[in-house]
Structures are given as C-alpha cells and as structure tokens.
C-alpha cells in the first residue's frame, strides 16, 4: 500500500492532505506467456464498492502505461475491458476512490480472454 487516509489526521503529505492509497498487481499471463489474448471482462470484490481499477498489459512494444477499467459500483461487480485490451500479459492498479470507507479488497478474477487471432503457436 502506498498510504491511505484510513488513519485520519496521522498519514497526510506535507502539507497535511491525505494521501491516496493504491496498489500494483503484477502481471498475469493466463497460463500462456507466449500468446497474445484479447481480454473481455474482469470480476472485482471487495467488502465495499468504490475502488477504482486501471489495467496495463505487456504486448509486442512493451508494458503499456495504466489506463482506467473503471470504478467498482457493487462488493462483487464486472468490469468490461475496451477492445483494444490485447496482449501477453494483463497487470492492474486498484485505488481507492471513496475516501469515506474502510477499504478491504478481496481479490479479481479474469472471467473472459481469448486467443487473440493471429496469434503465432510456435516457440519463442
């Protein structure tokens, strides 16, 4: 965890605001490092709805930068990837986004990737 504000008054930045937590996954192959797989949704839970979930992916150019998934409106909800989420490998950030909650975040599973087409089957 990067810091939070569940402390209140004791974990603030210098100049006294709270500071957001967040933390990094690391990146997910789905038991097959070596195909790129288009990825279609991922189930988040938590005790509380209101964290925020971003995703990058490992793809021919590298580790991309973390783009936004979207804000979890429920304790156990689906988020859909945009289309262009292809790739090796998939890691995501969650954050808090609702600083007026004790935060417990249970866990993800990525409920729908595929083979991306095209994908070569041979060795790297």
């Known amino acids: 965890l990067q ?7 004791r974990i603030a930045n210098a100049i006294g605001e709270p500071v957001n937590a ?9 038991r ?3 195909l790129i797989k288009s990825l279609k949704r991922v189930r988040a839970f ?10 990058r992916i490992e793809d021919e ?4 930068s ?5 804000t979890m409106r429920s304790t156990n909800d689906a988020l859909s ?5 292809r790739g090796y490998r998939v890691g995501f950030r969650v954050a808090i ?8 975040f249970n866990g993800l599973v990525i409920e729908d990737a595929e083979a991306a087409r095209g994908t070569s089957y041979g060795r790297h």
């Not at 810091?3 to 008054?9: A, P």
């Not at 150019?61 to 991309?64: D, F, K, L």
């Not at 990837?81 to 989420?85: D, G, L, Q, R, S």
Request: aromatic content about 14%; overall charge negative; glycine content about 8%.
């Open 3 to 9: 810091g939070n504000d569940i402390t209140r008054d």
């Open 22 to 30: 967040y933390f990094d996954t690391k990146l997910f192959h789905l």
């Open 32 to 34: 097959s490092p070596h």
């Open 46 to 55: 938590a005790e509380n709805p209101g964290f925020h979930l971003s995703y």
């Open 61 to 64: 150019n590298g580790i991309s």
């Open 66 to 70: 973390f783009r936004p998934l979207g």
């Open 81 to 85: 990837f945009p289309a262009e989420a």
């Open 97 to 104: 986004a609702e600083p007026n909650i004790l935060p417990v």
